[in-house]
């Protein structure tokens, strides 16, 4: 992931509708918005729900969060822990210095 840009962010969100057999303009109405369009756009991967509608969506759906995005989720857990390696190494590099041929 690192800064890999999508152009579409991967989600389960409109397979997650279907299986409740919900249509986008129910979806729009159950979590009071004023159009389809922002439901399309999260569909689509060009934008994020807010944390909000995220919870709402999976309520509605009746499933957790990191369902409806597993792939994204999947993608920034293997990014955070090659980071968190880099860093660990750099910290024991630091803390265990290379021996200097004291014995």
């Known amino acids: 992931m690192g800064n890999k840009k999508y152009k579409c962010i991967p989600n389960c969100l409109r397979r997650y509708r279907r299986a409740r057999g919900l249509k986008q303009n129910d979806v729009a109405k159950i979590l009071g918005l004023k159009s389809t369009s922002m439901v399309s756009r999260w569909e689509k991967g060009t934008c994020l729900p807010s944390a909000i509608n995220l919870f709402r969506l999976a309520a509605l759906y009746r499933t957790m969060t990191d369902a409806l ?30 021996d200097k041929g004291l014995r």
């Open 69 to 98: 995005f597993i792939s994204l989720l999947r993608a920034v857990r293997d990014d955070m822990l090659m980071r968190e390696e880099k860093v660990l190494k750099r910290q024991a590099l630091r803390l265990c210095p290379k």
